[in-house]
């Protein structure tokens, strides 16, 4: 996936941080390694997590509600929230972490074996950041619709256009990540405000079921501007497009901060839902 050659040895092309990989190194990931000149995904397979969800929790809103998803996660991810809330996964490598091998048939199967018992509509890729090993979704996400499911992506949406390009045939519903109004607030979470931006819009135009979450931050991004340029770009893309508005606690590198008040929530949600047709708040 735009792969080429580097100084050191191979450049990833799978997300903006482009990262230049001396052979047998690992990517700021954590999930991709140089191996034979080529980046590959050294968490392909490798399951960290693995449990049947309300498809509420994702969260969506407007997708089958009321049922289930197989959520499936690995380990790895390309962004460094200090406020995460999976980092003993999403920050961690092979090393780590436990993880159970998989291939996409077995997942698959396995989905189709809960769909019968428990009821289940198919596989979600969520709790590390999926598109770091987005080969394994690819391949995960044509078995299960061999089978007659559905996939459902979570993600920051932090990609290069060329593999979210190739996977959005594949996904029919996702939640992305909004994390702030600005290429500011991306720096402080390190990344690619307009990659994730195009990441929306890209999926919503392949008619994939998009619903967007921003997670409120006291002191980063809870003002009514930012929260209302936020709005504004969605709205752009559909004003149909679901916002969750949802309220930080403290986690990782953030333990010590303080809750964001709920009422700055239904503010903020307020400011929102003017703009647009769906506005959810979350954790209160
Ligand atoms: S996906 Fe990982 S290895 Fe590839 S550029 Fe991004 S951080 Fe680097």
């Known amino acids: 996936m735009n792969e ?86 999403s920050q961690h490598g092979e090393d780590g972490v436990a993880c159970q091998v998989a291939t996409p048939g077995e997942l698959a199967d396995l989905a189709l074996r809960v769909r019968r018992e428990r009821g289940n509509l198919g596989l979600a890729y969520t709790y590390n950041e999926p598109l770091v090993g987005w080969e394994f979704v690819r391949d995960c996400a044509r078995e299960v619709r061999s089978r007659g499911m559905l996939n459902v992506l979570v993600s920051n949406g932090c990609a290069e256009a060329a593999v979210v390009e190739e996977l959005a045939p594949l996904v029919d519903a996702a939640n992305i990540d909004l994390k702030g109004p600005s290429q500011e607030y991306y720096d402080w979470v390190g990344g690619d405000f307009a990659a994730v931006c195009r990441t929306i819009t890209t999926l919503h135009a392949a008619g994939c079921h998009v619903e967007v979450t921003t997670l409120v931050v006291p002191g980063r991004n809870d003002k009514e501007e930012d929260i209302g340029e936020i709005a504004d770009f969605v709205a752009s893309v559909s004003p149909e497009i679901p916002l969750h508005v949802t309220r930080f606690f403290p986690r990782f590198r953030m333990s010590d901060a303080q809750p964001t008040p709920p009422a700055t929530v239904r503010r903020l949600a307020e400011i929102a839902g003017r703009r647009l047709k769906r506005v959810l708040v979350g954790n209160l």
């Open 4 to 89: 080429g050659n580097g100084e050191l040895g191979a450049v990833c092309g799978v997300c903006p941080r482009h990262c230049n990989l001396a052979e047998g190194s690992i990517g700021f990931c954590r999930a991709r390694k140089a191996e034979g000149g080529r980046v590959v995904a050294a968490n392909y397979g490798r399951i960290t997590s693995l449990a049947l969800d309300p498809i509420e929790k994702k969260p969506l809103a407007f997708f089958h509600p009321g049922e289930n998803v197989l959520s499936v996660g690995s380990f790895g991810c390309n962004l460094r929230c200090p406020f995460c809330q999976n980092d003993s996964i």
